[in-house]
């Protein structure tokens, strides 16, 4: 069966420096790979996927996340946060056979002036 | 174009009452979920449907049931609300080449 860790609940960090949100999945097939985003009291938006191909995937608002099969991660990462990037993340797995998405528990990025 | 519509936002039920919780769609997917969220634990999949006629459990699905009488609606009913039912509740339907589209939620208080 499938599994997401996001081993850090919280990640607190100061505006205009690097953050790194961790992501590691389990699953015994190939897989498809999801961030998505919820800004307070919102629904959850999808920011970034790996279907296939690039292992390397990028989102509009400068997140990146690179798919790595060896190490089944799949993290996250921005070189410059905004106060507005405040939010809580979330990465997601699922099967091509099955369609089932699968939620980690979440990141809350806290960004401070 | 709508996409994922929720209806109600808000909900307070006492412990035994019954409702249903709808979720409608527009975009003619096939595959559509029913997930809870509860503070620490991330989203959870109550149940999902891969076509009209088609349900299938996912990790929590007690106390709730659903059915697929169309591909537009597949509603989620609390049979006897609880306490631990309460949390907030996000439908979703799915595109396999562009992924995931989520409802705004449903926040639901069973008191």
């Known amino acids: 069966a499938q599994s997401v860790t996001q081993l850090d609940s919280q990640v607190p960090v100061f505006e205009e420096a690097p953050v790194e949100l961790r992501c590691n999945y389990s699953s015994s097939v190939s897989v498809y790979l999801f961030w998505y985003v919820q800004y307070p009291n919102q629904g959850l938006q999808l920011l970034l996927k790996?279907?296939?191909?690039?292992?390397l995937v990028e989102s509009i608002n400068g997140f990146e996340a690179e798919f790595n099969k060896s190490q089944t991660s799949f993290h996250l990462r921005k070189p410059s946060v905004h106060i507005s990037d405040t939010a809580e993340y979330f990465c997601?797995?699922?099967?091509?056979?099955?369609?089932?998405?699968?939620f980690g528990t979440g990141t809350r990025l806290q960004v401070f002036p | 174009n709508a996409g994922v519509t929720q209806t109600p936002k808000f909900q307070v039920l006492k412990t035994g009452q019954s409702m249903t919780l709808q979720c409608a769609q527009d975009m003619n997917h096939e595959y559509m979920s029913w997930y809870r969220q509860d503070p620490g634990m991330g989203l959870r999949l109550i149940h999902y449907s891969v076509g009209a006629g088609i349900t299938d459990q996912g990790e929590v699905p007690n106390g709730y049931n659903v059915s697929r009488s169309t591909t537009e609606d597949f509603p989620l009913r609390l049979l006897s609300a609880a306490p631990s039912q309460t949390s907030v509740y996000f439908c979703a339907s799915q595109d396999r080449a562009y992924g995931y589209t989520f409802g705004s939620g449903t926040r639901l208080t069973v008191v």
């Open positions: 790996y279907l296939s191909g690039s292992t």
């Open positions: 997601a797995v699922s099967e091509p056979r099955t369609d089932k998405l699968i």
